[in-house]
């Protein structure tokens, strides 16, 4: 079967497909002894012998399924452009080249799902929406009863005090809580702890569907058993077949606004609107057309100055001149103009 160079690299686990690219590009890539430098070229992983960077792809068929305890402070991918640790780190001795399924953010710890099944991966990605995960949440001070419901109400799903083992005492200043979510809703707990003044100070993320993070040690992995693969693709099933949550809850909802040109047209309908909600639109903060100083129309719209009355444009005479003699005496007596206008 013909497959792409890129994914056939890819699979073989020497370079990601965008890797793969650049590989080809420049030259690094041989088909049967042939070089390659098109990205559109394909080739049988069965049948030809495909090099990049001087190694030989060899694409096995075994599919792997592994499980880590991610610590904090690990970015969850195989590689990173600032240098910080990735999962790549901890994957000592896996030959395959396996990805993470999901993400877990970069402070946070927990469950992490890798696999080299891409077929498998995009129908989990298509599921998270609904795949359920429980979360130990470590907050800023202690959350109220009001609080605790009306988060779950907001999430979806539940919130309580943790009640492990190893958790602090009833009245510690911050505790542990643990709230059974889905994928998209982390964000949105966050935020909304955040909100109500509890910040997030410390996440876990115990389970990941039928995945539970407490049987691998932090910082490790290990292959799951054909039992945890078959509960796992039956938990995707699942929750492929729920239907979609809602995002936002009913109450976080935009109100609806009549539009601003509904409301300017002098139907019946409007006035009946208007009439019956109270609704009065306030258009006298806006200028006119007639009143904006850029419109193409001549307007009587002059700016107000603040440096005082206009200048006269007539000029000014000192008292006692002779140019003054043009002026009105102070007896009342109209003077002879001291020139005679041509008009007259």
């Known amino acids: 079967m013909l497959e792409r160079l890129q994914k056939i690299i890819s699979r073989a686990g020497i370079a990601s497909r965008r890797h793969a690219e650049d590989l080809i590009r420049s030259g690094q890539v041989r088909v049967n002894g042939v070089v390659i430098t098109e990205l559109g070229a394909k080739a049988d992983p069965e049948r030809d012998r495909v090099e990049a960077a001087g190694q030989v792809a060899k694409v096995s068929d075994a599919r792997v399924y592994l499980l880590m305890n991610k610590p904090p402070e690990v970015v969850s991918t195989l590689a990173d452009p600032e240098g910080r640790r990735t999962l790549r780190n901890f994957l000592v001795g896996v030959s395959e080249r396996v990805f993470p399924v999901g993400r877990l953010d970069y402070a946070a710890a927990g469950a992490v799902f890798l696999t080299n099944d891409g077929e498998f991966a995009s129908r989990m990605l298509k599921a998270s929406v609904s795949l359920p995960q429980t979360y130990w949440v470590k907050v800023k001070g202690r959350l109220n009863e009001t609080q605790l419901k009306s988060l779950a109400h907001i999430l979806h799903g539940k919130i309580f005090p943790l009640r492990a083992p190893h958790a602090a005492g009833k009245n510690a200043p911050n505790p542990w809580y643990e709230a059974q979510i889905t994928d998209v809703r982390r964000d949105l707990l966050r935020s909304n702890l955040l909100a109500i003044g509890h910040p997030v100070e410390k996440l876990r993320r115990m389970k990941l569907a039928s995945l539970d993070a407490d049987t691998v040690p932090e910082g490790h992995y290990r292959q799951l058993s054909a039992p945890e693969i078959a509960r796992l693709i039956r938990a995707v099933d699942y929750a492929l077949a729920q239907p979609k949550p809602a995002l936002l809850p009913k109450s976080a909802r935009r109100a609806w606004r009549p539009r601003r040109d509904v409301l300017q047209s002098g ?55 002779k140019s003054n003699a043009g002026r009105r005496s102070s007896s009342g007596s109209k003077p002879k103009p001291r020139f005679k206008s041509p008009h007259r």
């Open 267 to 321: 139907s019946k309908q409007v006035s009946e609107f208007k009439s019956a909600s109270g609704f009065k639109p306030n258009f006298a903060s806006r200028p006119n057309s007639a009143a904006r100083p850029n419109s193409g129309t001549k307007s009587s719209f002059r700016p107000k100055s603040n440096s005082g009355p206009r200048p006269s444009s007539r000029p000014k005479f000192k008292s006692g001149s």
